[in-house]
């Protein structure tokens, strides 16, 4: 079984940052091989990718990202972070961790908030 929690959301003003953490644990195999994503979820939209980083490290961004969130990955310690500056209103939404596998495992998901 795999478990994957993510902490770090909040409620910051536009301008502000924020570093979500998704640790996983449990039966995750070769965690360095995994591609490791973040998702995210605006009330009454679908959910849409923000962020992708490979076994590699190569990564991948939204448009609506780029410039401003920087996605990284511990191996050591089974955790990829998702560092947010300049955070806008439209930011806002509950952010899942993805990790690859089988049809994927999904984190629980942590809720931030950018007041405008």
């Known amino acids: 079984q795999v478990q994957l929690v993510e902490s770090g959301g909040g409620l910051v003003q536009a301008g502000g940052s924020l570093r979500l953490s998704c640790a996983a644990s449990?039966?995750?195999?070769?965690?360095?091989?995994?591609?490791m994503s973040w998702y995210r979820q605006a009330p009454g939209k679908q959910r849409e990718l923000v962020a992708g980083?490979?076994?590699?490290?190569?990564?991948n961004y939204a448009d609506s990202v780029k410039g401003r969130f920087t996605i990284s990955r511990d191996n050591g310690k089974k955790t990829v972070y998702l560092q947010m500056n300049s955070l806008k209103a439209e930011d806002t939404g509950v952010y899942f961790c993805?990790?690859?596998?089988?049809?994927?495992?999904w984190g629980q998901g942590t809720q931030v908030t950018v007041s405008s």
């Open positions: 980083i490979s076994s590699g490290s190569s990564t």
């Open positions: 993805k990790m690859s596998g089988g049809s994927g495992y």
């Open positions: 449990g039966s995750v195999g070769i965690f360095s091989i995994k591609v």
